[in-house]
């Protein structure tokens, strides 16, 4: 059995990766962190985990000197993981950061959008955690920088456009919703019921942390630089993400050819699903899942292809990409603990 544990467990994702990993065949999380609910175990707080199951809970300092353990995620806050990491991995740790710590491979760049890192070493060692694109640099590696729910839908939803001639990839338009579990679990006035509960608003419109993400990973992709103009809105959902990006032809492509190129390219990838003409990606499909589904069409008369793409933010955008990522560094089947059809309703 791979020994797990979990930094910031009793955040939307840290609780994400226990539902995830209590059904996982070969995964035991042996402890967590927390700073408000140290010394408590994970079934005083959380009732529906099994007895079974039951781990408990540290300090985040105290869980570090921890070696019962293989297999490190930190679902921590940005800023806080890269202390952690180094220590982490010269105790023998794989480590799963969730947080953007060590997603920008180019330390100034982080800096541009984040502040100075704490460690920006270890930034040249980080894989970006990407099963679609890197599988084989994350079999390989002890640290992976797992994805942002955000780019994640952008980079899956243009990475078939990028080689494809016809189609101008260099400024893509993107326009995002998601779910008010994005925003994470402490108490925010802008997040609370009354004040989000009913309402739908646009937010980070010019400068999202996440657009330097979207770019390296879509330029690397093709070779050649890529500006995304990227909004993001909140939307009244507990969680699910959508985003909806348009790209200009520079030739004539039939919509036809190109869902072919997008089936073509995810032909392999079991969480992706590429869905027919005329039927477009809704979050209440892909909720509680590690699906990422998408559509694409052309509008002949502007000359735009618009691409869709959904995910539910705290699994595919999160936790579920983080134990995808965990099963490759650790030998495991990919989709092992990651294959429950969508809750639905």
Request: proline letters at 7%; a negative charge.
């Given at each position: 059995?791979?020994?797990?544990?979990?930094?910031?467990?009793?955040?939307?994702?840290?609780?994400?990766?226990?539902?995830?990993?209590?059904?996982?065949?070969?995964?035991?999380?042996?402890?967590?962190?927390?700073?408000?609910?140290?010394g408590?175990?994970?079934?005083?707080i959380?009732?529906?985990?099994s007895?079974?199951?039951?781990?408990?809970?540290?300090?985040?300092?105290e869980l570090?000197?921890?070696?019962?353990?293989?297999?490190?995620?930190?679902a921590?806050?940005?800023g806080?993981?890269a202390?952690?990491i180094?220590?982490?991995l010269?105790?023998?740790f794989?480590?799963?950061?969730?947080?953007?710590?060590?997603?920008?491979?180019d330390?100034?760049?982080?800096?541009?959008?984040?502040?100075?890192?704490?460690?920006?070493?270890?930034?040249?060692?980080?894989?970006?955690?990407?099963p679609?694109m890197?599988r084989?640099?994350?079999?390989?590696?002890?640290?992976?920088a797992?994805?942002?729910?955000?780019?994640?839908?952008?980079i899956?939803?243009?990475?078939?456009?990028?080689?494809?001639?016809?189609?101008?990839?260099?400024?893509p338009?993107?326009?995002?919703?998601?779910?008010?579990?994005?925003?994470?679990?402490?108490?925010?006035?802008?997040?609370?019921?009354c004040?989000?509960?009913?309402?739908f608003?646009?937010?980070?419109?010019i400068?999202h942390?996440?657009?330097?993400?979207m770019?390296?990973e879509?330029?690397?992709?093709g070779?050649?630089?890529?500006r995304?103009?990227f909004?993001?809105h909140?939307i009244?959902?507990?969680r699910?993400?959508?985003?909806?990006m348009?790209?200009?032809?520079?030739?004539?492509?039939?919509?036809?050819?190109?869902?072919?190129?997008?089936?073509e390219?995810?032909r392999?990838?079991?969480?992706?699903?590429?869905?027919?003409?005329?039927?477009?990606?809704?979050t209440?499909?892909v909720?509680g899942s590690?699906l990422?589904?998408?559509s694409?069409?052309?509008?002949?008369?502007t000359g735009?292809?618009?691409?869709?793409?959904?995910?539910?933010?705290?699994?595919?955008?999160?936790?579920?990409?983080?134990?995808?990522?965990?099963?490759?560094?650790?030998?495991?089947?990919?989709?092992?603990?990651?294959?429950?059809?969508?809750?639905?309703?």
């Open positions: 059995m791979v020994r797990a544990v979990i930094f910031g467990v009793t955040g939307y994702t840290g609780i994400e990766l226990t539902r995830i990993l209590s059904s996982h065949p070969e995964v035991v999380v042996t402890s967590g962190s927390s700073r408000q609910w140290a408590k175990s994970a079934s005083e959380f009732p529906f985990i007895p079974e199951r039951n781990f408990p809970i540290f300090e985040a300092g570090r000197e921890s070696q019962d353990a293989d297999v490190a995620f930190l921590l806050p940005h806080e993981s202390a952690l180094r220590p982490l010269e105790s023998g794989k480590v799963i950061d969730l947080s953007a710590d060590c997603r920008i491979h330390a100034e760049v982080y800096a541009q959008w984040y502040g100075p890192h704490k460690d920006p070493e270890i930034l040249k060692e980080a894989v970006y955690g990407l679609e890197h084989e640099a994350i079999k390989q590696t002890s640290l992976v797992n994805p942002g729910c955000y780019p994640q839908t952008v899956l939803g243009l990475a078939p456009l990028v080689d494809l001639e016809g189609v101008d990839i260099a400024t338009i993107v326009d995002s919703k998601s779910g008010i579990s994005g925003a994470g679990r402490g108490a925010k006035l802008t997040t609370s019921f004040e989000s509960g009913e309402g608003k646009p937010y980070g419109v400068g942390r996440h657009i330097p993400e770019e390296q879509l330029t690397k992709l070779g050649t630089q890529v995304v103009r909004t993001p909140l009244p959902v507990s699910g993400m959508v985003s909806t348009y790209v200009p032809l520079n030739a004539q492509l039939s919509a036809q050819t190109i869902r072919d190129a997008f089936v390219y995810y392999d990838e079991q969480f992706i699903r590429v869905l027919p003409g005329g039927t477009f990606p809704d209440i499909h909720r590690n990422c589904m998408i694409v069409e052309v509008d002949e008369r735009i292809v618009v691409v869709m793409s959904a995910l539910d933010n705290l699994v595919k955008g999160a936790s579920g990409a983080a134990v995808q990522n965990m099963n490759l560094v650790m030998g495991l089947d990919e989709g092992m603990g990651l294959l429950n059809l969508p809750l639905f309703p």
